[in-house]
């Protein structure tokens, strides 16, 4: 038996080649965002949190700046099966950890409660600790 709900799950992913990059190089993030359940999923808002003292170059796009750390992006469906990815560009000034997830979606997903935090171990959230030298 298949479940007929979507089950969407959010992947980070750190692009830049090195993991210890200076504050003047600029970090690419690709976060994957797929959906393994029977169903399409509809109204996926992403929610990314940067690390304290970041800077962000000209406008993200597809991007919703909430405040100096966190942003929102929409993506309008995901079929059974399908991945989004999208890109997020940025400069640290310091050390942290980037957090994303799912902070919510139309319809349920059994195997996660969208925007309940970052740290739950579900699979609609992920993180990447970055540590500048």
């Given amino acids: 038996m298949h479940k ?4 969407v799950a959010c992947y980070g992913r750190l ?4 993991l210890t990059p200076t504050s003047s190089n600029l970090i690419s993030t690709s976060l994957t965002v797929s959906n393994g359940g029977g169903a399409s999923a509809s109204s996926i808002l992403v929610q990314v949190v940067l690390p304290n003292g970041v ?6 796009s597809g991007w919703v700046q909430v ?12 079929a059974s099966g399908q991945l989004a990815t999208i890109m997020l560009n940025w400069q640290a000034t310091g050390s942290g950890t980037l957090k994303a997830q799912i902070l919510a979606m139309r319809e349920a997903d059994s195997g996660s409660t969208p925007g309940n935090g970052f740290s739950k171990g579900e699979d609609d ?9």
């Fill in 15 to 18: 692009t830049y080649v090195q």
């Fill in 125 to 133: 959230e992920a993180s990447i600790s970055l540590r500048l030298r």
């Fill in 4 to 7: 007929q709900d979507p089950f």
């Fill in 55 to 60: 800077a962000l170059p000209a406008s993200q």
């Fill in 67 to 78: 405040d100096a750390q966190t942003y929102k992006r929409y993506i309008n469906q995901l």
